[in-house]
């Protein structure tokens, strides 16, 4: 097993499109290797989910958290399902230490290859949605801070002080 180190905001490889994964090589040493140290890295650092980028592999196999349980995703695609939005205050292991209010769709399709290959076809809706939206959002370059409502950005210790910025900002009913 191996804990890898965590890209930090600023490093370019967080900007990259990673690179799919052939189908035929999701069941080689390198990726199943891959997958193993991001799990342990994941489960080291007690993320919600982690992609290839952030562990300066530069291609598209990320691990989300669905119901708790961690699945990992090869080169996956999202379909927006819907006109509904959910607003989530999101972190990630590759901003340390800060949260901000992200908007985005509360109900997805989702189609990626499993870590055997197998093919995967699932609707999520709600915080499974937002993760693996996060998630999958790495391996286009594109980080939460990106997305965020930037008058929410807080430091995770203010956030825990404070709470939500959502009702100071916008008022008690969470209109913007
Ligand atoms: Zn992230």
Redesign the pocket.
């Known amino acids: 097993m191996a804990i890898l180190k965590v890209a930090q905001i600023g490093h370019p490889i967080l900007r990259r499109v990673a690179d799919p994964i052939p189908v035929e090589a999701i069941g080689t040493p390198a990726v199943q290797q891959l997958i193993q140290d991001m799990r342990d890295t994941l489960e080291e650092y007690d993320g919600a989910?982690l992609?290839a980028p952030?562990v300066h592999a530069s291609v598209r196999v990320v691990i989300t958290e669905v119901n708790d349980e961690p699945i990992v995703l090869i080169n996956p695609v999202i379909t927006p399902i819907g006109d509904d939005y959910c607003r989530t205050y999101e972190g990630?292991?590759?901003?340390k230490n800060m949260r901000a209010a992200v908007e985005r769709p509360a109900e997805i399709r989702l189609q990626a290859y499993g870590e055997d290959g197998g093919v995967i076809d699932m609707e999520l809706e709600d915080f499974n949605a937002v993760v693996t939206q996060?998630?999958c959002d790495?391996l286009d370059g594109i980080?939460?801070v990106d997305r965020m409502d930037p008058r929410t950005l807080a430091f995770l210790e203010e956030y825990r002080r404070w709470g939500p910025m959502d009702d100071f900002l916008y008022g008690e009913e969470g209109e913007e």
């Not at 990630?92 to 901003?95: F, I, N, Q, T």
Request: aromatic letters at 8%; proline letters at 0%; a negative charge.
């Open positions: 989910g992609a952030q990630c292991l590759s901003v996060h998630e790495h980080l939460y």
